[in-house]
Nanobody, 126 residues
Framework: VQLQASGGGLVQSGGSLRLSCVASGFGLEFYAIAWFRQAPGKEREAVSCISSDDSSTDYADYAKGRFTISRDNAKNAVYLQMNRLRPEDTAVYYC????????????????????WGQGTQVTVSS
């Protein structure tokens, strides 16, 4: 059972990246998926979330209008398109869900996330 985030990298301010979160060993279609990030010296913070059936999404204020979350359940994947990146977006980005507690978790609830995959580093240069 695994969540694997990828797609990070080094980009200039104003650039774009598309992060992917791919599940293995379980059906992603039963779970809402959330993206979090953690910058050096800071606590992990929520970025965005998408419900299991793609009917609802949520964004942190700093992500609204710049980031777009989507999913492809057929590919067992969730994506985070990040545009107009800023240096303050530099962080390790993680995807997570409530895999440890629930066999099905359809709606977003950042506080309910109890399983995070390995993160991917995003670095935005000024």
């Amino acid at each position: 059972v695994q969540l694997q985030a990828s797609g990070g990298g080094l980009v200039q301010s104003g650039g774009s990246l598309r992060l992917s979160c791919v599940a293995s060993g379980f059906g992603l279609e039963f779970y809402a998926i959330a993206w979090f990030r953690q910058a050096p010296g800071k606590e992990r913070e929520a970025v965005s979330c998408i419900s299991s059936d793609d009917s609802s999404t949520d964004y942190a204020d700093y992500a609204k209008g710049r980031f777009t979350i989507s999913r492809d359940n057929a590919k067992n994947a969730v994506y985070l398109q990040m545009n107009r990146l800023r240096p303050e977006d530099t962080a390790v980005y993680y995807c997570g869900t409530a895999l440890r507690s629930y066999a099905s978790w359809p709606e977003c609830d950042y506080g309910g996330v109890d399983y995070w995959g390995q993160g991917t580093q995003v670095t935005v240069s000024s």
